[in-house]
């Protein structure tokens, strides 16, 4: 299923989906993955643990932030596809993103973990026939659709991906 297939958003997420072409999901999910990171991988490594600003992430934590979000947002489409109702939690990426001390971490081990959870995905999603993929949930308050998570997995990453090119090169 295509982009143009989803009918339930919330406002919050159109942002990142409206970013990605209007492709089939598998495709979004493999094109809009963490080969666009991996070019840059030197780049990436050279940064160390810089930030843009004071009081923003490294390069590091927004990895790490991409991996938590996908696999928040991948557990929330499993639990909608297997039809549970049950009104899912928000989470706070700004306490996760210090628990969670990627800057200990290289590039080369976020990028390795971020590909490996992003391959899990492309797989589940694959697992899903079109009445999953349409099937909708309440998370963290809003009614979204199982095809809308998968495309904001995709535009989340995209988002995060141009934020780096343009606020992280060349520091």
């Given at each position: 299923?295509?982009?143009?297939?989803i009918?339930?958003?919330?406002?919050?997420?159109?942002?990142y989906?409206?970013e990605?072409?209007?492709?089939?999901?598998?495709?979004?999910?493999?094109?809009?993955?963490p080969?666009?990171?991996?070019?840059d991988k030197e780049?990436?490594i050279?940064?160390?643990?810089k930030?843009y600003a004071?009081?923003?992430?490294?390069?590091?934590?927004?990895i790490?932030h991409m991996?938590d979000a996908e696999?928040?947002?991948?557990?929330?489409?499993l639990r909608?596809?297997?039809n549970?109702?049950?009104?899912?939690?928000?989470?706070?990426?700004n306490?996760?993103?210090?628990m969670?001390?990627?800057?200990?971490?290289?590039?080369d081990?976020?990028l390795?973990?971020?590909e490996?959870v992003?391959?899990?995905n492309?797989?589940?999603f694959?697992?899903?026939?079109?009445e999953?993929?349409?099937?909708?949930?309440t998370?963290?308050?809003?009614?979204i659709?199982v095809?809308?998570?998968?495309?904001?997995?995709a535009?989340?990453?995209?988002?995060?991906?141009?934020?780096?090119?343009?606020k992280?090169?060349?520091?």
């Open positions: 299923m295509k982009k143009s297939d009918t339930v958003l919330p406002e919050y997420y159109d942002s989906i409206n990605i072409e209007d492709i089939d999901l598998t495709e979004a999910l493999e094109k809009y993955g080969e666009l990171l991996k070019k780049k990436l050279s940064l160390g643990d930030v004071p009081g923003k992430w490294t390069v590091k934590d927004i790490q991996i696999r928040v947002f991948a557990y929330r489409a909608i596809a297997r549970d109702k049950t009104s899912l939690p928000g989470f706070d990426e306490e996760y993103v210090p969670a001390d990627a800057n200990k971490r290289s590039i081990e976020l390795n973990e971020f490996a992003r391959k899990s492309v797989i589940m694959k697992s899903f026939n079109d999953m993929l349409i099937r909708n949930g998370c963290s308050d809003n009614n659709s095809l809308a998570i998968g495309f904001v997995l535009g989340h990453m995209y988002h995060h991906t141009k934020v780096i090119q343009e992280y090169f060349p520091l």
